[in-house]
């Protein structure tokens, strides 16, 4: 899983459920991660209209999509993620052998393929779905466990 979407995504749900506008800092606290990679995601979502910002000593993060309007792929295309990608290619196109001069193309296919049905499978998921799904993984409570 992409890492950047994943800070994107805790970023998302954070700022919903405390419902005001929060600081890279403040956000960066809660998902365990540091404010430069912080503004580096939140930069993308703004880009994409996802959020809003605010600068100054008051300034921070506000979402401008309601959660269960928010599609995860919209959220993969703000940061432009891919989500299955060869991290290393066998054989060589210049051999003479039909599997090592082949195998790197057959494999960008499939991995092609795989990320295509990621996202569409992220289509039909809403920013409210990973909430209600994250509020059953915390044993249904309700409230604000420690927001």
Known sequence: MNGLFCVAVHALIYLDKRGEQLSSEELAANICTNPA????????????????????????????????????????????????????????????????????????GLFDDLDRRCRARLSQLTLADLEEELARAAGGEEGDHGL
Do not use: I
Request: charged share 20%; hydrophobic share 45%; aromatic share 4%.
């Open 37 to 108: 990679r912080v503004r580096k995601v939140m930069a993308k979502l703004k880009k994409a209209g996802l959020v809003a910002t605010r600068a100054g000593s008051v300034g921070g993060y506000q979402p401008l999509v309601p959660p269960g309007e928010l599609t995860m792929d919209r959220v993969a295309d703000a940061l432009e993620v891919r989500f299955v990608e060869p991290a290393w290619h066998s054989g060589g196109t210049d051999l003479p052998c039909m599997v090592a001069s082949g195998m790197a193309g057959v494999m960008d």
